[in-house]
């Protein structure tokens, strides 16, 4: 019994974060909203055929992927959830609020021409890249 409330209650703050990025936003973003955060959520991945897996639709994995691909394609919809973002974070920092970035161990092997390309220790490969 215990287990099911807590399953309860990560599923209503779920659907009041999806709910808060996507005010305003037209029934089919909302929808894409709470579908992308249920789905990252759930995989721990942010890889759409992943998303889409843990969204079980009773369609093609195919198709589940293009419908999200196309919403992704949706005009301004990152700046619109952006700025939500934002404006839910920026309350909670503070003039000594740290912001910490760990940038070793993403490596982009085959890379040459990208912004800010850095030597960083690849874990996977303990090597640097």
């Given at each position: 019994m215990h287990n099911a409330r807590i399953a309860q209650r990560l599923r209503e703050q779920m659907v009041r974060f999806s709910g808060e990025l996507s005010t305003g936003l037209p029934k089919v973003a909302r929808r894409f909203v709470a579908e992308m955060?249920?789905?990252?959520?759930?995989r721990g991945s942010v890889r759409l055929t992943e998303v889409g897996r843990a969204l079980g639709e009773k369609i093609l994995l195919k198709k589940t992927e293009e419908r999200l691909c196309l919403q992704l394609g949706r005009r301004h919809l990152d700046r619109e959830i952006q700025r939500r973002l934002i404006d839910q974070a920026a309350?909670?920092?503070?003039?000594?609020?740290?912001?910490?970035?760990?940038?070793?161990d993403v490596t982009k092997k085959y890379a040459e021409k990208m912004e800010n390309m850095g030597r960083v220790r690849d874990g996977s490969e303990k090597d640097l890249g």
């Open positions: 955060v249920f789905g990252i959520l759930a309350p909670r920092i503070e003039e000594d609020t740290l912001l910490v970035l760990d940038l070793s």
